[in-house]
């Protein structure tokens, strides 16, 4: 059997979802859209098992959203293959009008429901019962009060459930005979003799994807039905039984005097933030420290046991370390989610958007983009998925493009690297430390990117004036601590799977272009190195020292390296020479392998590969102590690795990034059209810092 | 008058909403002409603001407002 869980944003609908499928749940996408399709199974006393399908929340059923959209036409279009056998319609009791309008549409549309009074435990037991009759005997329908929350009455539910009650006869919203006319292509195209179905297609027939025109003034009449309809709910159930109750109102309203207060609300924002970024940067390394120890110790100790072969190399270096640089993220975006789902769960989002709309909108922002935006400075991925709920198309678009600027984790490697080679480590007016502040000063550089290029955006993808920001802000309550967590397992699901297949793929061909190259150089590096190798078998300091070399030279001669030689010309301009060139390169699966390439480039790899900081320190004498061949001069000068910085804050070195833009843009044109004006910003700003500090 | 001019803490009924959109955006979340609605908060630069209506507390921006036809109850 198929049942559909229909109701209003905010009326409990997931955590009736999770507690009647509990983890029998599947996030996927609906083809051609970027909204999240639920579906999860569960079985009924008597044995049925239940198809559930969660659609997304919605207030009535002419969308305003991609969204809605979905919902619309699941419900709507009689041979829709996901078209349930049964609405289980969950109902806000703290709430009622609202839902029983979307009630009274899905019992119009000749569909069987059964109502699910949620959030009981809001609304105190006198009354209760009087409530549930007076729907009951009005609507024609089983309503059953229930608390997903608290888990009650969810056994009473699943006894309705096994009757499937029969549609009402007579519709509450009586489509008016003057239609006859317009309603007859649609009765006959629809193939129903339910003429408020023809109804709403004839309102919205781009949803069915009918090519009849819509009816004129489809706003108006969308108008005149619901107000209809509100009046009608209001004759038939009651002001008493429409009242709010008013115990968790008065809550929210002592919670809302100092969150959405025009300077302790700011300031209990900020607060907010702060613990996020704690959380992200501070507790989530702990976690990565373990994961990378974890993936380099089973590394070596896969290396040890499977012979020396070419596919044991690119199982260990190619397969498994692009693994451990996807899986290493894991923590931080746990944390994100940790905490936008908390914030989410609790009703606190939608007073963020309150407070940061009007801040965010001169550059084409929504309120809604401030969560993306505080995302990126974890990752991308993620982020962009979350533009989703922003309504305005343009609006939308511009968060998405400017969410990339950010300076994410994976460029903290990199960042890290380069200021504790140039910057030194005193102090600034003896109490900032100096390598913080740069440090500081590259997030803010991010940000400061972001809104500029948002406003560029902005000045030809205006948001459209008549688009409308109708917000509701929901009454406070405790996170469900298993939504939460359901929540946290498939985000981090979805970009294990979606930005791993795209690092993974683009590690291991970055992998073999390090190993490959022109044979005849590729065969003198081994000539020159196989006998030293030789020599050394039994001195290990040596030995390592000489394989690091190896590795070094072999880079050198690969195609990477060939390919790195070549755009040196291109990169010369910035003061880069090829081995930044390579790393460069390498660094387009993910920003941070450039520190691991730099490190086999001055060999300061595998010989203390036990002791990371060791190798780190290594790499930086390294760095400091290369000198030009030709001039003499260094190659790190502070103008270089100024100009690296700031081409590693702006260049879009990430093509999960780019493949995530592309599916919820739906366009390879703004995808590949962002990658090529970030790396222009990149190269002319770092062209600019260059000359600005030689 | 119209509900840009309303004060915090004042209330009103709603008489017409310009713009059969907006009319919709609006009565979707369940303020319909005829209701009754508080101002309960405003951002700084008084955008958006927020009012409450059958006991749901909805935000919207300060331009949407002022299409929103409104009558001062007395207090």
Known sequence: MKIALVGNPNSGKSSLFNALTGLRQKVGNYPGVTVDRKLGQFQLPNGTLVHLSDLPGTYNIYPKSEDEAVSAKVLMLPSHPERPDLVLLVADATNLRRSVLLCTQVMDMGLPVVLALNMVDLIGKQGLEKKVKVLMTQLGIPVVPVSARKGLGLDDLLQRLQEVPSPRPNPFFVVPSSFDAELAPFLDRLQTQNRYLAWQASLRPDLLDLDLAANQNSDKLVSNELAVRYERIQELLGEECLAAPSDSEKTTDNIDRWLMHPFWGYLGFAAVLVMIFQAIFAWSSLPMDWIDAGFSAAGSWLSAVLPDHFLTRLLVEGIWGGLGGIVVFVPQIAMLFLFISILEDSGYMSRVVFLMDRIMRPFGFSGKSVIPLIGGMACAVPSIMMARTIPDKNERLITILATPFMSCSARIPVYVLLISVFVPEGSQWGIFNLQGLVMAAMYLLGFAMALLVAFVIKTFRKPSIAAHFVAELPLYRLPRWNNVGITIYHKCRTFVVEAGKVILAISVVLWLLQQAGPESDMEAVAKRFEPQLAAVQQDSVLKAQVEAEYAGAQLQASYAGVIGRSIEPLIRPLGFDWKIGISLLSSFAAREVFVGTMATLYSAGDGAADDESGRFAKLREKMAAERNPTTGEPVYTLAVAMALLVFYAFAMQCLSTVAVVQRETKSWKTALGMLAYMTAIAYLSALATYHLFS | ?75
């Open chain 2, 1 to 75: 008058m119209h509900l840009g001019l309303l004060k915090k803490g004042q209330k009103a009924v709603v008489e017409s909403i310009e713009g059969e959109a907006l009319e919709n955006y609006l009565m979707r979340v369940g303020l319909v002409p005829g209701d009754l609605l508080e101002l309960v908060a405003e951002a700084p630069f008084g955008d958006p603001l927020a009012v409450k209506v059958n006991g749901v507390k909805v935000a919207m921006r300060r331009h949407d407002a002022e299409k929103v036809a409104i009558q001062l109850t007395e207090a």
